[in-house]
């Protein structure tokens, strides 16, 4: 059974930082790429960030870039999103999924329905 479990997420002062992780489970960690989303109340699910476990590939969107860094520790299969200078527009319900690597090249591009396996979610909220 394949599992994705997001953690680290809270309250944070605006301009604070927060960790998440997403610990995966029940896949071969290589052969996938694991992207962070994010869901705001009354707002559409987005993607933030990517990576692709294989070659370590990232991308992220023009409003986390140069704030937000993805990473990997291949032998915990565990995937971080590190989140600094956060603002008040962050708060969102935030989400890591899971994507063969074998379709082709995955970057913040994609949409949500292309991931194949999500976890529940990890609320941040950054106040101001």
């Known amino acids: 059974e394949v599992q994705l479990v997001e953690s680290g997420g809270g309250l944070v002062q605006a301009g604070g930082s927060l960790r998440l992780s997403c610990a995966a489970s029940g896949i071969t960690f290589d052969d996938y790429a694991i992207g962070w989303f994010r869901q705001a109340p009354g707002k559409e699910r987005e993607a933030v960030s990517t990576?692709?476990?294989?070659?370590?590939?990232?991308d992220y969107s023009n409003a986390v870039k140069g704030r937000f860094t993805i990473s990997s520790d291949n032998a915990k299969n565990t995937v971080y999103l590190q989140m600094d200078s956060l603002k008040p527009e962050d708060t969102a319900n935030y989400f890591c999924?899971?994507?063969?690597?074998?379709?082709?090249?995955?970057?913040?591009?994609?949409?949500?329905?292309?991931?194949?396996?999500w976890g529940r979610g990890t609320q941040v909220t950054v106040s101001t």
């Open positions: 999924a899971a994507r063969t690597r074998w379709l082709g090249r995955v970057g913040v591009d994609l949409a949500w329905y292309e991931f194949d396996y």
């Open positions: 990576i692709t476990l294989t070659d370590g590939s990232t």
